[in-house]
């Protein structure tokens, strides 16, 4: 029902607008110069609606007929379709007439699927499908026929105007919509609007709407049309056209309307019919004048005509007389840009015409006025110069003659330079103290080469030492700006055509700081802490945002409230952080954060709550320090002792002697456990005069395998040798040995 009642109000709003579209009509179109309808192409539409279904009794009690009522102009003939055939002539109880299918004798070979087709020019209308049944078809449980929410209407709309054709329909299950063009079916055209971006005359036709389901369907033809205009000329022929004897001429009859306007030309108040002397151009409406001589000369009307008409007029003369009409002018053009010097005669197409071109009394092709690809004539006499320089500048004369009489025309060419024009610049954010700053100065144009200067508040810029430079695109450049730096800074660039300038402003705001130095709370289990975070921060950057962190936790805090249920940790109205009822999982390091809307987040130190030591930091470092120490001189003392166990060096059977602490003379053995080959290659450098010896003899066992080859009768080298076998035992009780008596 609601559908239904926003149906209505949406059918009442367009009668409304249709109103409103009649007043237009009636105030616009006497305007227009319209005439009856009759006139008027319009394509064709079914106007009255045929059943869906009608039941099939049969005999002539039962007849009945289907219509098909159609309009358009010009009149469309209308023909009938069964099953899609075209049908073509009566059959038994069925009569076909131009407008209708009599069935004056029903019977079941008249069942199917019938419709009609209205055709013109302009388009093709087709009915809705009748289906004549011997049984009516009943819809499904839940199912319901659709219905118009908002049907389709007819549109008159002018060219190049957007047209929409709006189809709406309520329905269970949901219909599904299609467009028809001329009875054919539009592909993609889904959607309850169809929309014609521009109209033009290809957009004239019939249009309908089908929304169906399984319930059925409704079905809804209309057509599309271009609102009349009346004709007008929008270009006619030249008044004053001067033109050569002998010359084909155009004459132009450009018009606009709705439906295409007609074209009609007279001279001189004569009708212009197509012969050997006139065409006219049945498109463009164009009069072509053959040959044209003196007497072709006169005044030419064109009149453009459908419902309304519009007249233009012009005049032609025929001359003989060497003329140029469309000469050289004085000008002022861009330097590097390309210019074209028309130089248009009319003559005698008799004569022989000459034209040429000179710059400052000087013929094209001599020294100082060269024919290049740079500066040539075309085929149409007109003198083209690239890529202008300021050497261009001169008078130009274009030259035409023929036998019996000539014409020249002048004009003056100044060429000037580009003034420079910066690229705009955008607005300067916001800048933190320190931050490294460009403004932009881009010369987009500007020849000669514009030279470039900055200022700040309208003075010179001073440049200091590698904080202020300026870069060679121009851009300033601010290494660390500082508060002094901020202002409004102008980059100005000049040439001899001209000035332009931009105007940056800089604004810099003091850096964010935290100035409070770091706490550090002994912990006590039970008691309150708490933290500052006192901020510097300039009032331009905007609002203040504290956050605090355990660590690198961002921690979740409440404001206080003032009642019983206070938080245990929570943000004081000054930034602080107050913890209350501190416990061991509060251990650690806690810092704070500033954030702004522009500066980036500055965190503060670490404060701390730590647990109290037994011993004092210095005096666990010092033992620590002894043990190191005590450690290193063992190690010392045990490496000592290694080397000599394991030189094996001593005095053989002398134990008792060191243990009754008593001196060593020249007579005790001293051995070795050093390497035997060594020993055995030790080279005996002791006197052989063994009988005279100077001092106590040092014996080696080369020194004794020497002695052993000497009579043992001598006395005391026997001796000695009996103490070398005993040597030789203990050699084999503990390893290799030396032995030597000691001096």
């Known amino acids: 029902m609601s559908r239904k009642k926003e149906r209505l109000s949406r059918e009442k709003q367009n009668n409304k607008n249709m109103s409103g579209h009649y007043l237009f009509l009636a105030l616009v179109l006497p305007f227009v110069m319209l005439v009856d309808a009759s006139s008027y192409s319009k394509p064709p539409q079914i106007i009255n609606k045929l059943s869906n279904e009608v039941l099939l009794k049969f005999g002539p009690i039962h007849r009945f007929t289907l219509a098909c009522n159609a309009d358009g102009d010009p009149v469309p003939s209308i023909q009938w379709y069964k099953n899609s055939q075209p049908m073509a002539a009566n059959s038994s109880g069925l009569t076909l007439k131009a407008d209708a299918l009599d069935f004056t004798s029903p019977g079941p070979e008249h069942e199917g699927y019938y419709h009609c087709e209205a055709v013109n020019s302009l388009g093709r209308a087709k009915s809705s499908l009748v289906h004549v049944t011997s049984k009516l078809s009943k819809p499904g449980k839940g199912v319901t026929a659709p219905e118009f929410v908002l049907a389709p209407e007819n549109e008159i709309a002018s060219e190049g105007s957007k047209v929409e054709l709006v189809c709406e329909a309520d329905g269970v299950p949901e ?27 290809e957009d004239v036709a019939n249009y309908a709407c089908n929304a169906s389901n399984a319930g059925g369907y409704v079905y809804k033809n209309v057509y599309l049309n271009m609102l009349t205009v009346a004709a007008r000329i929008t270009q006619g022929p030249r008044a004053g056209l001067l033109v050569s004897r002998g010359e084909n001429v155009s004459l132009s009859c450009r018009a606009e309307g709705h439906p295409k306007p007609s074209i009609a030309w007279s001279v001189n108040g004569s009708e212009i019919v197509d012969d050997d002397k006139y065409s006219i151009d049945k498109v463009t409406g164009e009069l072509l004048v053959l040959n044209a ?149 881009q010369l987009v144009e500007g020849y000669p080469a514009a030279d470039v200067f900055w200022f700040k508040d309208g003075r010179d810029i001073d440049l200091e030492s590698d904080m202020v430079t300026i870069g060679q695109n121009h ?92 938080p245990r940790m929570m943000l004081l109205p000054n930034s602080s952080l107050a913890i209350s009822g501190v416990q061991q999982s509060d251990l650690g390091y806690y810092s704070c954060e500033a954030v702004t809307g522009i500066s980036p987040p500055v965190r503060s130190a670490h404060s701390q709550i730590y647990l109290p030591q037994l011993f004092p930091v210095w005096i666990i470092i010092i033992i620590a320090i002894l043990i190191i120490i005590g450690l290193l001189i063992f190690f010392c003392l045990c490496i000592g002792k290694c080397r000599k166990a394991v030189k094996g060096e001593g005095y053989y059977c002398v134990d008792d002697m060191e243990a009754s602490d008593k001196k060593h003379d020249k007579s005790d053995i001293f051995y070795t456990t050093q390497d035997c080959d060594s020993v055995m290659q030790e080279t005996d450098n002791i006197p052989r005069d063994i009988y005279n010896p100077k001092g106590t003899p040092l014996f080696t066992p080369k020194t004794i395998r020497l002695l052993s080859k000497i009579d043992q009768s001598s006395g005391s080298v026997g001796s000695l040798l009996s103490d070398d076998e005993f040597l030789n035992k203990g050699m084999e009780e503990d390893g290799s040995f030396r032995e030597r008596y000691l001096q």
Not at 175 to 201: A, C, F, Q, R, Y
Not at 503 to 514: E, F, G, P, Q, S
């Open 475 to 566: 851009d300033l450049r601010i290494a660390s700006v500082q508060p002094h730096h901020a202002g409004d800074y102008t980059c100005r660039a000049q040439n001899s055509e001209g000035v332009d300038s931009l105007t940056v402003t800089l604004r810099v705001l003091r850096r964010t700081v935290i100035v409070n130095s770091p706490a550090y709370y002994q912990y006590k289990e039970g008691e309150q802490v708490i933290f500052n975070c006192q901020v510097e921060v300039d009032d331009k950057q905007g609002s203040l945002q504290i956050n605090w962190y355990k660590g690198d936790e961002k921690l979740i805090l409440d404001h206080p409230q003032g009642d019983e249920s206070t």
């Open 175 to 201: 219909p599904v919509i299609e467009w028809t063009k001329n009875g054919d079916v539009m592909e993609g055209e889904t959607g309850t609007k169809l929309v014609v971006e521009h109209l033009s005359k």
């Open 293 to 441: 001589d003196i007497s072709d000369q006169g005044d030419y009307a064109c009149t453009a005509r459908n419902h309304g008409e519009d007249h233009a007029e012009g005049s032609l003369t025929v001359t003989s007389v060497t003329t140029i009409v469309d000469g050289p002018r004085d000008r002022e053009e861009v330097v590097f840009s390309s210019i074209i010097m028309n130089c248009r005669v009319v003559a005698d197409v008799s004569q022989q015409l000459s034209i040429g071109w000179k710059k400052n009394n000087i013929d094209l092709g001599q020294e100082g006025f060269a024919d290049s690809d740079r500066i040539h004539v075309d085929g149409n006499n007109a003198l083209n110069i690239k890529n202008l320089t300021f050497d261009d500048s001169g008078t130009f004369t274009c030259v035409a003659s023929t036998t019996v009489s000539g014409d020249t025309d002048s004009g003056l060419l100044s060429v000037v330079g580009i003034r420079p024009r910066l690229a705009h610049a955008e607005a300067l954010p916001d800048q933190i103290e320190g931050a490294g700053v460009s403004i932009a100065c």
